[in-house]
């Protein structure tokens, strides 16, 4: 099996912004740098999608794979949650699941909306823990949907409960302080989870002597166990600090599954947010206008701004661009670049990744101090390793 | 039928000049962005890595032989070697450092487009080589208005066609690349409110299909119209020009 690196499945928006790319722009530099393989994982089910022909939906697929590959950091797999290969696993890891007793049937209160991108279970102790909280709103006690706008109604039905007790396996983080909240998220996962679904829902399995839907969200969080049966060991996994909890429960189901996802690192990239400096100048958070306008290596130097990995909040300002600019237009003045052919180790590779040290690097060119160029910088500056 | 045999000509180019050696083949221009307009020529971009004195005679021998006679190709020959790592050094034809924003939204035939590894341009460049069209564009057609002689087909067409594009490039000195006509006309005069009545009247107007001014009266009208939009956005870049501080203009 191939080592690989793996970002969480990225929901494809009709124009993406410069944020969604930083964890594939991760992947894809770690992957470089290391030498293992790099997988970009894409959700192309679901809420986000509906209403869209299938060429739309493939349309906006070819269009992002374009753009990461026109930024510089092109990936080497893509893997699809609609993917035919995948849909026809979840049978058996659903069988798999009844079998080690983690999935039964049981007739449970649950919560459902109108629309039915609301279902949940009633005596939910975290409703938070719902993968439907982006939909939910709270207001006078009551939960509405916020597509719908209908309150929640309560229903008794057979349904599909996945014990969400993940096993007590500690996760290496980095940067390390997301460890604890890792660990902690980990814990609290701790009530039945309701995956099978009443009115949404494109998967299908057969368990208990019935047909049952199965959650969008519930279908994808296998990824880990598909990507090993696609020839890949997911070593490496990248999320941005705001997806930990997907995380935690995409790999907790996948374990349950699989002794072979035990060593795996996580690296976290802080939340940035991409700030537009003067008026004129292009809308900084939509990645293909960027491009368009400054091309490659400026984009990749504003992205890499943004990697400061000592902070869990990061905002980078369009200015950086101009600076960008400025250090690239003296490239001449850099060493001789580093053009090491040996794979670096992860943590070299991150250290060296750092977004102080590449504010640093920009500083030094712009006054034309001298600077040795490291691999990751070559990289940045389009050249190869 | 037109992108087909483009598509073939591409194929043969690469035949001809080997795989190796070819970088990328763009196409760009109204044949890509708008070819519900019957575009009139196909804008090609064909970037090398070896050069060899008989390439023109070469490619000239493929456009021959693609018998793309209804659609002339504008075709530019460019080698890796002349394409300077920042877009602030780089021209082509008519157009200064911009034409770099506007290559990289090409579509590409063959290869990767070389262009989106060239770095910027810079906002001064960007807006000095947009200022530079502007300016050459009004005053070509100046010119055009002043001629006395006969006013062909080619020539009305042309004035119509850049009075779209002089609002292009006021989009892009704003940030914006739009490459639409209708969405071009649309954008310009919604983020620019600088237009008169019976110039955006005159903008609309343009945007239906072609129909050659019936007299000479009427030519001359259409040319009057077309030079009011042309300084229009030749007035409205000279004033974002003019605050920075290196332009000033005589008044």
């Known amino acids: 099996m191939k080592n690989c690196i793996v970002c969480l499945p990225l929901t494809i928006p009709s124009e993406v912004k410069t944020g969604l790319a930083l964890t ?19 959700n192309l089910m679901g809420l986000r999608y509906e209403g869209l ?20 950091t092109p ?9 035919a290969k995948h849909i026809a696993r979840l049978q058996r890891y659903c069988e798999n699941l009844v079998m080690v007793g983690e999935l039964q049937s ?68 980095f940067p390390s302080f997301y460890a604890k909240e890792v660990e902690a998220l980990r814990r609290e996962f701790s009530q039945p989870l309701l995956i099978s679904r009443q009115k949404k829902g494109d998967y299908r399995v057969s368990l208990f002597g019935k047909t049952w839907r199965l959650d969008t969200d519930f279908c994808w969080s296998l990824l880990f166990c598909s990507l090993m049966e696609d020839g890949f060991n997911p070593s490496v996994v990248v999320v941005s600090n705001r997806s930990l909890k997907p995380l935690v429960w995409s790999l907790g189901i996948s374990r349950k599954l699989s002794d072979n996802l035990q060593n795996m690192t996580v690296i976290v990239t802080p939340f940035v947010r991409f700030e537009r400096g003067k008026p004129q100048s ?15 290596s400026p984009i990749r130097l504003l992205m890499a701004s943004g990697l400061k990995w000592d902070q869990k909040d990061v905002v980078v300002s369009s200015s950086t661009i101009f600076w960008a600019l400025k250090a690239l237009s003296r490239e001449s003045v850099t060493t001789t670049p580093d053009t090491s052919k040996v794979p670096l180790s992860l943590s070299e590779a991150l250290q060296m990744m750092g977004g102080n040290l590449v504010d640093r690097f920009v500083t030094d060119l712009r006054k034309e101090n001298r600077v040795p160029l490291s691999r990751y910088q070559n990289l940045l500056f389009g050249r190869r390793v | 039928m037109n992108r087909e045999s483009i598509q073939k000509l591409g194929g043969k180019v690469v035949s001809a000049f080997g795989a190796e050696n070819v970088v990328c083949i763009l196409l760009h221009g109204s044949l890509l962005f708008n070819p519900h307009l019957s575009p009139q020529d196909a804008d090609l971009v064909v970037v090398l890595k070896q050069k060899d004195r008989g390439d023109c005679v070469l490619l000239r021998k493929l456009i021959v032989q693609s018998r793309l006679s209804r659609l002339p190709v504008q075709l530019h020959l460019v080698y890796m070697e002349e394409i300077p790592a920042n877009a602030d050094f780089f021209s082509l034809h008519t157009c200064g450092p911009f034409f770099i924003c506007h290559l990289r939204q090409a579509e590409v035939l063959f290869g990767e487009n070389v262009f ?19 300016q050459q564009y009004t005053f070509q057609l100046r010119n055009l208005v002043v001629k006395t002689g006969r006013i062909s087909e080619g020539e009305l067409r042309q004035a119509r066609k ?31 409110r600088d237009f008169l009545p019976e110039e955006l009247e005159f903008l609309q107007w343009l945007l239906q299909e072609w129909i050659t001014p019936s007299s000479d009266t009427a030519t001359r009208k259409f040319l009057q119209q077309c030079l009011a939009i042309h300084e229009r956005a030749y007035d409205i870049m000279r004033k974002q020009m003019a605050k920075n501080e290196k332009c000033r203009f005589l008044s």
């Open chain 1, 53 to 72: 022909e299938a060429n739309e939906i493939a349309q906006r697929l070819e269009s992002f794979q374009k753009l990461l590959y026109r930024l510089g």
């Open chain 1, 106 to 173: 049981r007739q449970t209160a649950t919560l459902i909306c109108k629309c039915g991108a609301v279902e949940m279970v009633a005596e939910a102790l975290h409703p938070d823990w719902s993968m439907e909280h982006k939909v939910l709103r709270r207001e006078k006690g009551n939960m509405f949907c916020v597509l719908c706008n209908m309150p929640l109604e309560a229903k008794h039905k057979l349904c599909l409960m996945l014990e969400s007790r993940f096993v007590d396996r500690a996760l290496d983080t």
């Open chain 2, 162 to 192: 850049r009075s779209i594009v002089v609002l292009k490039d006021l989009l892009m000195s704003a940030g914006k690349i739009v490459q639409q006509e209708g969405e071009i006309v649309l954008e310009a005069t919604d983020h620019f």
């Open chain 1, 75 to 83: 990936i080497d797999h893509y893997w699809i949650d609609s993917n």
């Open chain 1, 24 to 42: 594939p722009f991760v992947v894809s530099m770690v992957s470089k740098l290391t030498g293992v393989a790099s997988v970009c994982c894409v």
């Open chain 2, 116 to 134: 989106d590894a060239v770095s910027g341009p810079s906002d001064y460049h960007l807006q000095l080589s947009l200022l530079q069209k502007i």
């Open chain 1, 282 to 296: 292009p809308r900084v958070n939509m990645l293909q206008e960027l491009i368009d306008r400054y091309g490659q």
